[in-house]
């Protein structure tokens, strides 16, 4: 205000900015997980430059006849070992749905809780996306069957084998956390 009360034209000074990288566009190794009691499924990717790399997929399967307390341990310890063996950077799960049977949603809840336990025992970062958003992220339609999900999810990891349902859907939740995380942090995702 001085300068132009005193007649002196003000002088713009360009100061430069260092270029930071951002975090979320350095590879990562992402974990998925659809979890159930029964079926767990997990998919782990590698973000690359050229395009995701699958390293491991599959569900953690537990037989009607186990008591639920022993299938929550499987599903605990089966994530465990994942972790030690694939060093994920973050972990993102299925979002929370609203079921008409509450008994089910219990059931539902405790296999969600026995794997977010053990992510958040190694120290992970854990992601939640609801299901619609997956499904629009990976196909384009928030309603898409699972076999459209499964059968996008191997044409994007360029996978031999269409993959296992639970597995596909596991996937899905990497890929579409990795989609999001590309997009400079413009969408918030649901930290848990």
């Given at each position: ?24 566009l350095a590879a990562q190794t992402i ?66 749905f609203f079921a008409q049977n509450l ?20 120290g992970l970062d854990i992601f939640e ?64």
């Open positions: 205000m001085q300068q132009r009360l005193g007649g002196k034209k003000s002088r713009a000074v360009a100061v430069a900015m260092p270029v930071t990288r951002h975090s979320s974990l998925g997980i659809d979890p159930s009691l029964r079926g767990t499924g997990y998919g782990i990717i590698r973000t690359e430059k050229s395009s995701p790399v699958t390293l491991a997929q599959g569900t953690i399967s537990c037989p009607k006849d186990w008591e639920r307390s022993r299938c929550l341990a499987q599903i605990s310890q089966t994530l465990r070992d994942l972790v030690r063996a694939h060093q994920p950077t973050v972990c993102v799960v299925e979002g929370l008994k089910t949603a219990i059931v539902m809840g405790e296999a969600r809780g026995a794997a977010m336990a053990a992510i958040a025992e190694a996306i609801a299901t619609r958003k997956v499904k629009l992220a990976i196909v384009g339609y928030g309603a898409a069957q699972k076999i459209a999900v499964a059968k996008m999810v191997q044409r994007m990891l360029n996978l031999a084998e269409l993959p296992a349902p639970d597995a596909a859907d596991a996937l899905a939740l990497a890929l579409a956390h990795a989609q999001e995380n590309s997009r400079h942090g413009l969408t918030l995702l649901k930290k848990i």
